[in-house]
């Protein structure tokens, strides 16, 4: 039988704030920092300890709410989420439960038929738990990501493929980067998906009986793992046999998903109201100073970016897919600069430089406004092409303004008419066989010809002034 | 006049004048400890070289509290002081911080001596629940002195200390202060800041104090009070809190008498004396109202369920993994299993197994929910009683301080101890005990003053002028005369 899928993601997204949620502890690098740096009384709860909601980690994640389109609940509870495990200094999470900040959204994702609505439950905060890690014959335990904060972001299961959730996880984490409220490093675990997933036959509404996967890291594990469960699921369905309702691990080695725990062995959280702390509250002044501060979204600057700056559609999604690149783009218009020659000279060679280089936009040499000098010595005639491509070389190097280079090294293009016709001159006269040739008829000879000239000129020869002294010199 | 029968006031105006050092004041108390401690039991730690530290370097000219000695509950946090709770489960645990209220009182120049001793986690009513032996009544040693502040007021009460600090999640403050015969305030829920308590009922947890007189109380209470940025439950002060509209008498006051504090099952001593009490009030110009608290049949059942549920939660901490014993096994289940089976008392585990049962999954509703139904609707009848009076007047508790093992195997009976203590936590409203009379066997009787939220200075001069025209609070025991 056909079967389709139907998916639905909860993503774990850390929250990058200066501090963790409940204390004062720096958040620091989960995979560079020395282990339990980053650890108080609060988060390592000792007796008498209390947990007080960094405001930043509220902002933040009200940020996501809004570019989701989701109500930002004027009131929301945090909850207390209990069970046992070393890494869990309390022995409950505080967690949003019953209220979430953020309920009811909306995302838009492109997909193989079109443009799709994914439509996104809720939104709510928490904190992390720490680390174990299992040595010969212990466990050691690193607080310093208990505590750091988390935002769940819960779809509907509106998905119906892995490339659909995939597009979703992609677009999603676009959004997040540009928020600044997520560095996107998948590497460090900063972003982690749990995927649920069922099938239905083809043509039929009632929702299949589904599993949760856990601890996904990476786009890929979560599209491979999904795609392992919907075949999985579909093949147990033809055989007559019925979808368990289970948790589910990722062996990413063998490819393969593993039962964690059955339905009946289902953790009771026994979640209740946080004493500890009040209910939360928004109220309007705080939420206009957030909207106020949100940075216009992916898709809406790829659309004034079509709409403004007539860059092709592939340009306008290149130069969007990072707000950093988005923004140099930007600033190097503004300094004067064609978009489109700027497009082109930031997804040609600049972009070639920092894939050769490995540095990222915010890392180069380069400034917008350098870059904007290059193209105008360009455009004015000053620099040929293929030297403006090693002036850029040379800015992205050291960093000196491109002007001086050209100076300095002499590439400043020759313009000058008596020069040029002097190298013309030589040429003509160092090649008579191949003007003979022109003459009588193989007008392809005079590229050849152009060639040498340039050669000669060392690359630096106005090409229009050249071609005109040289056809003005064969034909004369 | 001695020492020992000085007010707070008065020690303060001897140390100021010179007549006496903060020293010599601090090492009066650490005589009077040292005497009367094997009788009493009422601490756990005592440091006489940090008292001694403190009150030599104590330089505060202005804070009425400079060099005066405090004995600490050992549920609050003193960084130096080991912390256990009354609990095993954190025996040699050194805190390494102060609670903001004891910090405060530190800084107004406060000589901490020590920490007394607490039903474990402040869970019971009589210190018979501490890992550490039961504190003694010091009016009858064969008595209990009540809890779970029980060591804070058997050394006030024994002259051991002039004032102490307890915690009052249901009644541990206001019963131990009535068994002992003196004065104690549980505040306003959020009044004083909770960092550095450890928590048993968060939301009904709150710092308070006792001592011989409602005087004594109250520099103690105003230096604590306030919003505390480590604490999100905690709130600014009143600036202009609710006084009497006469400092001189009780004309214009309104005080209700609700006729479900007294009813049958109170001792008829205690009935008696806070009737008495109450006509002590009448005769000060008040005007005795009677009114209905109608939920109150309820108040213990929802206080055992929400309490026990938030302690089954506060209490997870304590799972051997980051500080004191921990019990060696084989698999991380028997870690938590062993270490919080062999150190966990057995009234502790009670708790945390009632407070589980109420917030598992299909069990929820009808217990937890429930419970924090039955706490609206009481929160309600104060809400509504104080729109026609000003105070309230009450037993603190239905007896007398009981016998050393009275409710030995029936844990139920003494919970039914704490049912005209419980109401004023579940509503967050302030609670202030004074001592109003004895029974026929010499014990202390208590009655209780509860007002609305942010009314405790109203309640203070209620109590004031109550203890200007009575004695009860000189009456003192023996060990102490
Ligand atoms: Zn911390």
Redesign the interface.
């Known amino acids: 039988m056909k079967y389709e899928p139907v998916i639905g993601l909860e993503v774990h997204v850390e929250l990058a704030t200066e501090s963790k949620i409940f204390c004062g502890c720096p958040v620091v690098d989960s995979v560079e920092a020395e282990p339990n740096i980053a650890v108080c009384p609060v988060c390592s709860a000792m007796p008498g300890t209390l947990p007080v909601v960094n405001e930043r980690a509220v902002e933040y994640a009200m940020r996501v709410g809004m570019a989701l389109g989701c109500k930002i609940e004027p009131v929301s509870i945090f909850a207390r989420k209990n069970y046992f495990y070393p890494d869990l200094p309390k022995g409950y999470q505080i967690s949003q439960f019953e209220e979430p900040l953020a309920t009811n959204g909306e995302m838009l994702i492109e997909t193989e038929d079109g443009e799709k609505v994914i439509r996104v439950l809720r939104a709510h905060l928490e904190e992390d738990a720490g680390k174990l890690t299992h040595v010969e014959g212990a466990s050691l335990v690193d607080l310093n990501r208990a505590g750091v904060p988390l935002l769940e972001i819960v779809s509907q299961p509106d998905m119906h493929s892995a490339a659909e959730a995939r597009a979703y996880a992609e677009n999603l984490r676009e959004i997040l980067r540009y928020l600044g409220v997520n560095s996107g490093d998948m590497e460090k675990g900063v972003i982690r998906f749990e995927a649920n997933t069922s099938v239905r036959p083809v043509g039929t509404e009632k929702l299949g009986i589904r599993t949760e996967v856990k601890n996904l890291n990476s786009f890929r594990s979560m599209e491979d793992a999904i795609n392992c469960e919907i075949a999985r699921q579909s093949k147990v369905l033809d055989e007559g046999g019925e979808v368990d309702q289970v948790t589910m691990g990722w062996d990413e080695e063998k490819g393969q998903t593993y039962v964690m725990r059955g339905k009946e062995d289902a953790h009771d959280y026994r979640y209740f109201p946080e004493p500890d702390l009040p209910p939360l509250k928004v109220d309007d002044a705080w939420r206009k100073r957030v909207r106020a501060d949100l940075p216009e979204l992916p898709r809406a600057k790829f659309e004034r970016f079509l709409a403004d700056f007539k860059l092709s559609e592939y340009d306008a999604k290149v130069l969007v897919s990072d707000r950093a690149i988005a923004e140099y783009f930007e600033e190097t218009v503004n300094n004067g600069a064609k978009p489109k020659a700027v497009a082109n000279w930031m997804t040609g060679e600049l972009f070639a430089l920092m894939n050769q280089t490995e540095v990222s936009i915010d890392e180069i040499k380069v400034t917008p406004k350098a870059l904007a000098e290059l193209i105008s010595l360009v455009s004015e005639g000053k620099i040929n092409k293929n030297t403006a491509k090693e002036v850029l070389g040379e800015i992205f190097k050291s960093g000196k303004n491109p002007q001086a280079i050209v100076e300095k090294k002499g590439l400043a293009q020759v313009s000058d008419t008596a020069l040029i016709s002097g190298f013309v001159s030589s040429v003509i006269n160092a090649h008579p066989d191949e003007v003979t040739s022109y003459r009588s008829g193989k007008t392809g000879v005079a590229n050849w010809l152009f060639g040498q000239v340039m050669r000669e000129a060392r690359g630096r020869a106005n090409p229009q002034i050249l071609r005109e002294e040289l056809m003005k010199q064969l034909d004369g | 006049m001695k020492i020992k029968d000085l007010s707070l006031a008065g020690l303060k105006e001897s140390l100021s004048s010179g007549e006496m050092k903060s020293t010599e004041l601090t090492r009066f108390y650490l005589d009077c400890i040292g005497e009367r401690e094997t009788d009493v039991n009422a601490f756990l730690h005592i440091d006489e070289k940090y008292a001694l530290a403190k009150a030599n370097s104590a330089n505060c000219p202005n804070s009425p509290l400079c060099g005066i000695p405090i004995a600490i509950k050992d549920?609050?946090?003193v960084d130096g002081m080991p912390?256990t709770?009354g609990s095993k489960i954190?025996e040699g645990?050194m805190?390494?911080?102060t609670?903001t209220a004891v910090k405060k009182l530190e800084d107004a120049g406060m000589v901490i001596v020590g920490k007394t001793n607490t039903d474990e986690f402040a869970m019971g009513s009589s210190t018979e629940n501490s890992a550490y032996g039961v504190t003694h009544n010091p009016w009858n040693l064969d008595r209990v002195p009540g809890g779970s502040s029980g060591g804070s007021a058997a050394a006030v009460a024994a002259g051991m200390v002039p004032v102490a600090l307890g915690s009052d999640t249901g009644g541990s403050v206001r019963q131990p202060a009535s068994y002992c015969g003196i004065s104690g305030i549980k505040p306003t829920y959020g009044r004083i800041s909770?960092?550095?308590?450890?928590?048993y009922?968060?939301?009904l947890d709150s710092i308070g104090v006792l001592a011989r007189s409602v005087a004594d109380i109250i520099p103690v209470f105003k230096t604590m009070v306030g919003k505390d940025?480590?604490?999100?439950?905690s709130v600014e002060s009143p600036t202009t809190p609710r006084r009497l509209p006469d400092a001189e008498s009780l004309k214009g006051t309104r005080i209700g008498v609700p006729k479900e504090y007294f009813v049958e099952g109170t001792q008829v001593e205690v009935a008696g004396a806070v009737r008495e009490a109450i006509q002590e009030f009448k005769k000060m110009g008040a005007e005795i109202i009677p009114i209905s608290l109608p939920h109150t049949e309820y108040a213990i059942p929802a206080y055992y369920i929400l309490a026990s549920?938030?302690a089954?939660?506060n209490?997870?901490?304590?799972?051997g993994?980051?500080?004191t014993q921990r019990e060696g096994a084989d698999t991380?289940a028997e870690v938590?299993n062993q270490t919080r089976g062999k150190l966990f008392g057995e009234e502790v585990k009670r708790r945390i197994m009632l407070g589980?049962y109420a917030?598992?999954?299909g069990y929820?509703d009808a217990f937890?929910g429930q419970a924090q139904k039955v706490r609206t609707l009481i929160r309600r009848d104060f809400e509504d009683a104080f729109t026609k009076v000003d105070a309230i007047a009450t037993p603190v508790a239905p007896t007398t301080a009981f016998k050393i093992g009275a409710h030995g195997d029936d844990p139920l009976s003494m919970y039914l101890e704490d049912i005209f203590t419980l109401p004023a936590n579940l509503a967050g409203v302030p609670g202030l005990a004074l001592p109003v009379g004895f029974d026929d066997a010499n014990m202390p009787i208590g009655m209780q003053l509860m007002g609305t939220r942010f009314s405790e200075e109203l309640l203070f001069d209620i109590g004031k002028i109550y203890q200007r025209e009575t004695s009860w609070h000189e009456m003192k025991p023996k060990m102490a005369r």
């Open positions: 549920v609050l946090m912390a709770a954190l645990y805190p390494p911080f609670a909770r960092y550095g308590l450890s928590a009922g968060s939301s940025p480590l604490d999100a439950t549920a938030e089954s939660a209490l997870a901490r304590f799972d993994i980051r500080y991380l938590y589980t917030l598992s999954a929820y937890y």
